[in-house]
């Protein structure tokens, strides 16, 4: 008479119906077993208490929409990563999106196969190192590359081979037949603004199809000299 169902007893229950079933709580409702429950707080909040795994596998499309943020947390967290995933797309429409670890640890990217990544302008800051490690690094190379520039402000930049064996070159190259250079520019002060250095071997300067120029446009003197009682310069 008050209101209330109760049951003593039953050892199986089975509701079936051939139309729409409804089961509604006017306040804080639970729906489980003796281990774990999923709470309705009759607030519009669903949490769970006491599960230990949770499967969802259906056979078509799952769609989480929410109106506000969705938080996935976990020791570790997976998606994909079965025999069966096909292709994984995470987009952000209108907005930005962060990979991001908190405190300490690192982010890895791994591909099996050609890692690629497009955009109109990449910004790449690191507060320490920046290392690109592969086989081979081609920086350009394609027919839609325009200008490429390499700063460094107030340090050092440094292009090192550290050869291991004959042909280790560093080749600094234009190609194409046009009206093109290599300028080696410095507005450096010191007498060896720009310096050429072979530690163990020599220098040689070849222009295939027109003359060599040394020239001062300055009121220094152009001075070439070889030092040594036995060198001389021919």
């Known amino acids: 008479g008050s209101g209330d169902l109760l049951e003593s007893g039953l050892v199986n229950t089975n509701l079936t119906g051939s139309g729409t079933m409804t089961?509604?709580?006017?306040?804080?409702?639970?729906?489980?077993?003796?281990?774990?429950?999923?709470?309705?707080?009759?607030?519009?909040?669903?949490?769970?208490?006491g599960m230990t795994t949770f499967a969802l596998t259906p056979s078509s499309t799952v769609d989480?929409?929410?109106?506000?943020?969705?938080?996935?947390?976990?020791s570790s967290l997976l998606i994909g990563d079965d025999g069966d995933t096909a292709g994984i797309s995470v987009l952000s429409t209108g907005g930005n999106m962060t990979l991001q670890t908190a405190t300490s640890g690192n982010i890895s990217i791994q591909s099996v196969g050609t890692?690629?990544?497009?955009?109109?302008?990449?910004?790449?800051?690191?507060?320490?190192?920046?290392?690109?490690?592969?086989s081979t690094v081609t920086i350009g190379g394609d027919n839609d590359t325009g200008a490429i520039a390499a700063t460094a402000t107030g340090a050092d930049m440094t292009l090192t081979v550290a050869s291991d064996g004959a042909a280790d070159d560093l080749t600094l190259q234009v190609t194409g037949a046009?009206?093109?250079?290599?300028?080696?520019?410095?507005?450096?002060?010191?007498?060896?603004?720009?310096?050429?250095?072979?530690?163990?071997g020599g220098i040689s300067i070849v222009a295939a199809a027109s003359d060599v120029a040394i020239s001062s446009t300055a009121s220094g003197d152009v001075e070439i000299a070889a030092e040594g009682s036995s060198q001389s310069v021919r």
Request: a negative charge; hydrophobic letters at 35%.
């Open 178 to 200: 046009t009206d093109s250079s290599i300028l080696l520019t410095s507005s450096g002060t010191g007498s060896d603004a720009i310096g050429l250095s072979a530690s163990a």
């Open 64 to 74: 989480i929409d929410a109106g506000g943020g969705i938080t996935i947390d976990g």
């Open 115 to 134: 890692f690629s990544a497009t955009s109109t302008t990449y910004d790449i800051d690191s507060s320490s190192a920046f290392t690109l490690d592969a």
């Open 23 to 49: 089961l509604t709580g006017g306040g804080v409702s639970q729906f489980g077993d003796d281990t774990a429950v999923w709470r309705f707080d009759g607030a519009g909040a669903v949490s769970e208490t």
